[in-house]
């Protein structure tokens, strides 16, 4: 018998092991998300993915299917929770869309686009954080890292290097460089580096390549983050077989 349980209504199958967001990308169901990444684990710390289920929040990246279920995602609420914590990651970095180099291929902005997101609607709180330019391939803006510490998780799991910590609490936290002075360039990152692919904003980039390609022609110019995630899953299931 199929293992189930219902999103909003509809049937999910799910294999043993999945979480409640794995398994809804394999059926085609979007549920946003920004710390979690396929090949990363979960880390629970955006609270983008959020579901409730009996009365209770929970985030569907970290907790599993269970037959039966009845789970909650698209609800006004849950829509307006996932506005309201997109609104504050860009009031408590510096993001200026329009001029960064990750523009239309910045998982923050898509998302942001995706959620109906048209203003920041709280006060912008213009933290004053460090850029680190010192590498020679690689540069680190700490304005547009929301700590999702995909990359320190990148470096470790994939990289071997451990290049990157978070230190610090709540918005006073902040991505630090392991390395004798603290700065990219005594560390032993490399542009082709993981971590530097799985970082969703424009923090961590590859220097002399972001305007390779124009903006209005990147990835999330041409289709919506929802709809270019499912057919990558989708892609990726069939891969994985
Ligand atoms: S994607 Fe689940 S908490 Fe961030």
């Known amino acids: 018998m199929t293992n189930a349980f219902h999103l909003d209504g509809l049937e999910v199958p799910f294999q043993e092991g999945q979480t409640i967001l ?25 609270r983008l993915c ?40 860009f009031v408590e970095g510096n993001h200026h869309c329009p001029s960064c180099e990750k523009s239309g291929n910045c ?12 203003d920041s609607h709280f006060p912008h709180q213009f933290p004053k954080r460090e850029r680190d330019m010192s590498h020679p391939d690689v540069f680190l803006d700490r304005d547009r890292c929301i700590r999702c510490e995909r990359c320190v998780r990148a470096s470790r799991i994939y ?10 609490r709540g918005m006073h936290s902040t991505l630090a460089v ?9 560390s032993q990152i490399a542009p082709e580096d993981r971590s530097i692919q799985a970082c969703p904003t424009g923090a ?17 110019d041409r289709e919506p983050i929802s709809v270019l995630e499912l057919r990558k899953y989708a892609a990726e299931e069939v891969h994985h077989g």
């Open 22 to 46: 794995q398994a809804a990308l394999a059926a085609g169901r979007y549920i946003p998300h920004l710390c979690w990444h396929p090949d990363l684990g979960p880390h629970g710390s955006c």
């Open 50 to 89: 959020t579901v409730v289920i009996s009365g209770r929040p929970f985030s569907s990246c970290t907790q599993p299917a269970m037959k039966g279920q009845a789970v909650a995602c698209r609800t006004p609420e849950l829509n307006g929770m996932r506005k309201a914590i997109m609104q504050m990651l």
């Open 107 to 118: 998982r923050l902005q898509a998302t942001a686009y995706d959620l109906g997101m048209q």
């Open 159 to 168: 990289d071997g290097k451990d290049v990157f910590g978070v230190h610090g």
């Open 178 to 186: 392991n390395s004798p002075s603290g700065l990219l360039a005594d």
């Open 204 to 220: 961590l980039m590859a220097k002399r390549v972001g305007f390779v390609v124009p903006i209005g022609e990147r990835v999330y």
